[in-house]
C-alpha cells in the first residue's frame, strides 16, 4: 500500500487525485493547496483530508509519494522539498520552466535516491499509443512527414492567472505543444532543430498561435501547430505520411482512426477506428505506481521530462529570435 499526498488542487491535481482513489494499492491520504476551500472539496471528493501548506504534507511520515500539480515555474522548489523528504515524487508536465530547473530536479532526486515520473500523459492516449506501435513496427515505411495539431477551447484561466505570465507558463509551446513534441521524440527519436513562428506578444497574446517545424535526426519534417483559442472547443489531431502508407487521427471525427495503405489487388485501403475507453490519467498514474510497487522504472522519468522540455525551450528560442534553433544535446 502506497500513501499518496496531491499538492494543488486544480485541473490536474484533481484528475490525478481521483486516479489515485480508484487504485486498490493506494491510500490518497491528502490535498494540499493555499486555497483550503477548493483542497476541502477535491479531498471531500476523494475521501481524504484537506492542508493549506504543502510542506506540512511532505513533511508527514505516512506519506510515500508526492504528487506535484502546481504551475510550471514551482515545480523545482517542490521537487526539492520532496526529494529532501526522501518521498517518491510524480511531476505534471513540463518537468521545469528553464533547463537549468530541469537539471537541478534531475540531480536532486539523483542525490536523494528516489524516483521521478513526469506527466507527459499523451503517451497513455490510445489513439496515440497504437500509432506509435504502427509506426515502431515498421507497418508505414521509411516516415518523412509528420504534421501535428493541438488546440484548445479558449485561454486558460486559474490561480493568478498564471498561463498568462510567460515568465511562469512559457506560453503555448512548453504548457500544450509540449504534450506533442514528447509524443514525437517518443515515437520517431530525436530532433536535431526547430524553427518556430508565434503571435507571442503580439495583439492577441491571450489568444496565441504558435506553428513549429522540426528536423528530426532520421531526417523526417514534423509540422506541428498549437492554438490557445480553437472553434469548437478543445481537438487534436496527427497526420503520419510514410514509404508504405499514411495514419491519420482526428478527435473531431466520430471515428477518429483511420489507417490508409497503398491498395494490393483485390483489396483496398482499410479504416480502423480507436474508441476511447479507460482514462489515460487513470492508466498514467497507475502505471507510476505500479513501477513503485514493483521496484521498475517509471514509464516517464525525469529525464524523458527533460528532453521533452529541451524541444519545447528550442521552439521558444527559435520565437524569440526569429532564427532556427538547435535542440541542446542532439
Known sequence: MLNVGVVGAGTMGTAHAHAYARLPNVRLVGIADTDLEKAKRLADATGSTALSQAEELISRPDIDVIDICLPTHLHRVYVEKAA???????CEKPLARTLADGQAILDVVEKAGVKLGVGHVVRFFPEYAQARATVQAGHLGEIGVIRTSRGGGGFP??????????????????????????????????????????????DFNREE?????????????????????????FATSFEIAGSQGMLTYDSREVRPLVT??????????????????????????RAFVEALDRGQPVPVDGREGYESLKIALAVLESIETGRPARVEGE
Do not use: C
Request: no cysteine; charged share 20%.
Open 157 to 202: 484561466t486559474a490561480w493568478k492567472d498564471w498561463y498568462a505570465n510567460y515568465a511562469w507558463s512559457g506560453g503555448l509551446a512548453l504548457d500544450l505543444m509540449i504534450h506533442d513534441f514528447d509524443w514525437l521524440r517518443w515515437t520517431f527519436g530525436p530532433i536535431e532543430r526547430v524553427y518556430a513562428k508565434s503571435t507571442f506578444r503580439r
Open 260 to 285: 490508409v495503405t497503398p491498395p494490393t489487388p483485390g483489396s483496398a485501403g482499410v479504416a480502423v477506428p480507436e474508441a476511447p475507453g479507460e482514462s489515460p490519467y487513470l492508466k498514467e498514474i
Open 209 to 233: 498561435y504558435v506553428l513549429a517545424t522540426l528536423r528530426l535526426k532520421s531526417g523526417a519534417i514534423a509540422h506541428m501547430e498549437g492554438t490557445w483559442l480553437q472553434a469548437g472547443g
Open 84 to 90: 529532501a523528504a526522501k518521498k517518491q515524487i510524480f
